[in-house]
């Protein structure tokens, strides 16, 4: 997708997000490139745009099936979903439920230690920054991105999204170590979970072996990267036939 297309307005790290005729609606445009370590790594991962667009819209609609409001509105390709415009708040709202990543670093923990509750904290999504963790003190009163209403709801959404997700990964042989949200304000002022949902942004291990089925592989180049997104793909799609028909 060229990058001077008329109607584009945003060129994320993997998606391209263009205008439609209706001023309200969005479509997303998922491409096959990643990236890993605030995009010091690049790459491509074969199909991966069609996978996670896939994999987006069915755990989108589960979300909406269980009452979370979301910015989905259709899958209008194989790559891409029509979406809400929202104004995204620029905070990156994290779950955990298995220590990982950022975790493991920052704190010395081993990974793989079950966390006795699910923790969710916030990074500024600020690039040049290295999207850094924030407190409530420095959303609200440092930076002024929103007030504690709006960061009470986010959590109790994001902790309800997460016992759906768990739930459902379960009955697939998936356990959801962590994953990371954005939310949105739609022209409503309604506040929608955006963005995409997929191994991108989602630790997925599967439950038997704890081998990595999501971009772990590609940080750490694992191998089997695109097999390990179409084993997510193919499981998901599988639940999500019981669960969304
Ligand atoms: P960590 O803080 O351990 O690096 O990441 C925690 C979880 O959030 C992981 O599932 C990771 O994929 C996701 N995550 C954190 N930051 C980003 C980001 O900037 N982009 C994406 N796509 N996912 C992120």
């Known amino acids: 997708m060229p990058i001077s297309t008329p109607n584009l307005i945003y060129s994320g790290k993997a998606k391209d997000i263009f205008e439609t005729d209706d001023p309200t609606v969005l479509r997303a445009y998922f491409r096959d490139s990643a990236t890993a370590f605030n995009a010091q790594k690049k790459g491509e991962i074969h199909d991966k745009g069609k996978i996670n667009a896939t994999i987006s819209a069915l755990l989108f609609q589960l979300c909406e099936k269980n009452g979370i409001k979301t910015h989905f509105v259709k899958q209008s390709s194989d790559r891409e979903l029509l979406v809400k415009r929202v104004n995204i708040i620029p905070i990156e709202v994290i779950v955990r439920n298995i220590a990982a990543g950022s975790l493991c670093k920052r704190l010395a923990i081993k990974e793989g ?3 006795k509750e699910p923790i969710v904290e916030f990074s500024y999504k600020n690039d040049e920054l290295g999207d850094p963790l924030l407190t409530r003190a ?3 009163i440092a930076l002024e991105i929103t007030d504690d209403k709006t960061l009470d709801e986010i959590t109790n959404l994001t902790l309800k999204a997460n016992e759906i997700f768990k739930e459902f990964f379960l009955k697939v ?3 959801v ?7 949105g304000f739609d022209k409503d002022n309604d506040l929608l979970l955006a963005d995409e949902l997929s191994p991108d942004n989602f630790r997925f291990w599967d439950a038997k072996t704890n081998e990595k089925l999501d971009k772990d592989r590609f940080r750490q ?3 089997n990267v695109e097999s390990a997104y179409q084993e997510v793909l193919k499981r ?3 639940e999500a036939k019981n669960i969304l028909s």
């Open 113 to 115: 230690k079950v966390l």
């Open 138 to 140: 420095y959303i609200k």
């Open 173 to 175: 042989g998936i356990k």
């Open 177 to 183: 170590v962590d994953f990371k949200l954005e939310y």
């Open 221 to 223: 180049d694992l191998g």
């Open 236 to 238: 998901v799609k599988e």
